[in-house]
Nanobody
């Protein structure tokens, strides 16, 4: 059964850092682009960052540019979102999602409806 599992969420003070991991089971991530999204009740879902299957296409939302970075280790079937200089407005539930390559391993997107599989989410709280 294909499954994505996020880990690494938690509580951190403003200015702190967290690292979220997205690990796949039941399928190999190297055939998928991976996106990170955040979505809390009452708020619109926001694409945060994505990385293509080949890791040569990386996109980062303007709201987190310069603070968040994404990487992947296909040997470990894992994609990591490193979040630095966290702000209270980064508080949210973060989801990773996988998108089949559809013939191109060099493409990713921050459009959520393009993704095929979703994890269950990891809560991130930034508060003093």
């Amino acid at each position: 059964q294909a499954q994505l599992v996020e880990s690494g969420g938690g509580l951190v003070q403003p200015g702190g850092s967290l690292r979220l991991s997205c690990t796949a089971s039941g399928f190999a991530l190297d055939h998928y682009a991976i996106g990170w999204f955040r979505h809390a009740p009452g708020k619109e879902r926001e694409g945060v960052s994505c990385i293509s299957g080949s890791a040569d296409d990386i996109r980062v939302a303007d709201s987190v540019k310069g603070r968040f970075s994404i990487s992947r280790d296909n040997t470990k079937n894992t994609v990591t979102l490193q979040m630095n200089s966290l702000k209270p407005e980064d508080t949210d539930v973060y989801y990773c999602a996988a998108r089949t390559t559809r013939g191109s391993v060099s493409y990713c997107t921050l459009i959520s409806r393009e993704y095929d599989y979703w994890g269950q989410g990891a809560k991130v709280t930034v508060s003093p």
